[in-house]
């Protein structure tokens, strides 16, 4: 049984699908939870509401995460309103579907500045600003093992974010632990969108359950790697995927 966090847990990306899903969850077991988002402000306003109406503490903070001074702010309001980050998701993400030869130059820095830069700016930040014995739990995908047409530059910049977490878990020091899960499909308005119908059939069949994810299961995975009963889980990337891969 996972204890009460009673930490200080910034959800990048947090206004609407799986970010909302954990910063609930988190909330839920008495974490006080910061709801970063980037453009969804009347989203991200409402997850705190929700926070708040089940006598959670959150607050609502705009920054993008590809724009290291955005990062820093993001960090020191966390700071200023709650006095100390003990947590970081990195979940904050975009999915461009294309075919690496009908891509672009802005689609490339358009998918990699907010996956691969936005982890690094705040793992950077987390560096000196997160709690001695915190956490850093990097969002990934499995996608990086599927090979699936379309997803080239999606899921490369996901490998990214999983070899940087591999070797920050090294150097971070402080009793950090440094880890990243790797959901599967999950049924979220950012995963669906754009898909057809039997496309989204055939992943189902891939899994050992004969269904894509819900929010909730990526959620109890990132509570139980927010929580201290965790601490000797780092370097690690944890699939998440119901054994579509």
Known sequence: MIKP??????????????????????????????VNFASSEKEAKETVDLIKSKNGNA????????KKDEVAMLFDETIHQFGRVDVLVNNAGVMDMKELSESSEDDFDKVYNIHAKGVYHTMKEAYSKLSDGGNIINVSSSTVKMMLPGYSLYSSSKA????????????????????????GPVDTEL???GKSEEFIDK??????????????????????????????????????????V
């Open 191 to 193: 995963f669906t969108k």
């Open 59 to 66: 607050i609502a903070v705009k920054a993008d995460v590809s």
């Open 203 to 244: 992943l189902k069949s891939m899994s050992a359950f004969n269904r894509i994810g819900e929010p909730s299961d990526i959620a109890n995975v990132i509570l139980f790697l927010a929580s201290d009963e965790s601490k000797w889980i780092s370097g690690q990337i944890l699939p998440v995927n119901g054994a579509i």
């Open 5 to 34: 966090l009673n930490k200080v847990i910034i959800v990048t990306g947090a206004s609407r699908g799986i970010g909302r899903e954990m910063a609930l969850l988190l909330a839920e077991n008495n974490a006080e939870v910061v």
């Open 160 to 183: 990214a974010v999983e070899q940087m977490t591999r070797v920050f878990s090294k150097e971070v020091g402080r009793n950090i632990s440094v880890n990243a899960i790797a959901p």
